[in-house]
């Protein structure tokens, strides 16, 4: 069975670092690319940027170039998505999913979301 | 990279059909036969319902259709029921690795 467990929740101060993580099993995590989801409180769903686990290889949106970090290890099968100094305006839920194979471009399996708070 | 256009909302009787639009360009929704919808429930993560603009996953019902032409997909529910009350999201590749997803629509079931 294919799954994307998430790290849990976590709530944070304004500046600090924050590295979250989404973890693959019961499929060859090295060849799927994992995409990166924000959903702000109330509000809709925006892409962040997609890895490919073999090779690291990212695309980041405009949106988000420069504001955060992805990465992965493929020895561990686990995703990763890092902030070096975060602001309120990161608060919210963020979702881990996977791009289905081949020349698939929609996600298939999605984690079930880690949930950061940014608050002084 | 705008996010697609959806209507914030429709809402519809049981057994009744509702469309939601999902507005785009030439360079995403237009351009490419790439097109995904996902279903969220409050509190749940998106779930995959179409792909590829028209395909529907194993186990999604078939009262769940898509379509697309120019740079507007759609996607209807016929026969509503009580348990489609969810937020509706579409999604496009853009080209190049890169995705961008829809302004979401809540789906009311009267």
């Known amino acids: 069975e294919v799954q994307l467990v998430q790290s849990g929740a976590e709530v944070k101060k304004p500046g600090e670092s924050l590295k979250i993580s989404c973890k693959g099993s019961?499929?060859?995590?090295?060849?799927?690319?994992i995409g990166w989801v924000r959903q702000t409180p109330g509000k809709g769903l925006e892409w962040m940027g997609i890895?490919?686990?073999?090779?690291?290889?990212?695309t980041y949106s405009p949106s988000f170039q420069g504001q955060v970090t992805m990465s992965a290890d493929k020895s561990i099968s686990t995703a990763y998505l890092q902030w070096s100094s975060l602001k309120a305006s990161d608060t919210a839920m963020y979702y881990c999913?996977?791009?289905?194979?081949?020349?698939?471009?929609?996600?298939?399996?999605w984690g079930q979301g880690t949930l950061v708070t940014v608050s002084s | 990279q705008s996010a697609l256009t959806q209507p914030r909302s429709v809402s519809g009787s049981p057994g009744q059909s509702v469309t939601i639009s999902c507005t785009g360009t030439?360079?995403?929704?237009?351009?490419?036969?790439?097109v995904s919808w996902y279903q969220q429930h409050p509190g749940k993560a998106p779930k995959l319902i179409i792909y590829?603009?028209?395909k529907r996953p194993s186990g999604v019902p078939d009262r769940f259709s898509g379509s697309k032409s120019g740079n507007t997909a759609s996607l209807t529910i016929s026969g509503l029921q009580a348990e489609d009350e969810a937020g509706y999201y579409c999604?496009?590749?853009?080209?190049?690795?890169?995705?961008?997803f829809g302004t979401g629509t809540e789906v009311t079931v009267l």
């Open positions: 890895i490919y686990p073999d090779d690291s290889d990212t």
């Open positions: 590829d603009v028209t």
């Open positions: 999604c496009s590749y853009a080209g190049s690795h890169t995705y961008v």
């Open positions: 019961g499929y060859s995590f090295s060849n799927y690319w």
């Open positions: 999913a996977r791009r289905s194979s081949g020349h698939d471009y929609f996600f298939d399996y």
């Open positions: 030439s360079t995403d929704v237009g351009g490419y036969k790439y």
